[in-house]
């Protein structure tokens, strides 16, 4: 199992970047996929949250509305479309993989529950 994370770099705030996951070894069907990130300093913090195989999608609070999770099973990679980026969303960004329930209490977003890591880009917004 492999995840490899693309497309961070440099953003002014308010502009757009899209993060690629692609995954080897597996289907996007077999694991749910998770997004975090971790800024200098802070713990790693979960951002999405996807189950290809019941549908389930969720988000973490900081980011509602303005990221959005999405996949291309015929390429087998997950997206992270993300929108409006504030300066507080300087981190890198990494996706992960496992066999975990997208239910309460923590819809997926806790990272300890993963199993695979790809290795991370790392995403800077400001001005």
């Known amino acids: 199992v492999q995840l490899q994370a693309s497309g961070g770099g440099l953003v002014q705030p308010g502009g757009s970047l899209r993060l690629s996951c692609a995954a080897s070894?597996?289907?996007?069907?077999?694991?749910?996929i998770g997004w975090f990130r971790q800024a200098p300093g802070k713990e790693r913090e979960g951002v999405s949250s996807?189950?290809?195989?019941?549908?389930?999608?969720y988000y973490g609070d900081s980011v509602k509305g303005r990221f959005t999770v999405s996949g291309d099973n015929a390429k087998n990679t997950v997206y992270l479309q993300m929108n409006s980026l504030k300066p507080e969303d300087t981190a890198v960004y990494y996706c992960?993989?496992?066999?975990?329930?997208?239910?309460?209490?923590?819809?997926?977003?806790?990272?300890?529950?993963?199993?695979?890591w790809g290795q991370g880009t790392l995403v800077t917004v400001s001005s």
């Open positions: 996807i189950s290809f195989g019941d549908g389930g999608i």
């Open positions: 070894g597996f289907t996007l069907d077999d694991y749910s």
């Open positions: 992960a993989a496992g066999s975990v329930f997208l239910g309460p209490p923590d819809y997926g977003l806790w990272p300890n529950e993963y199993d695979y």
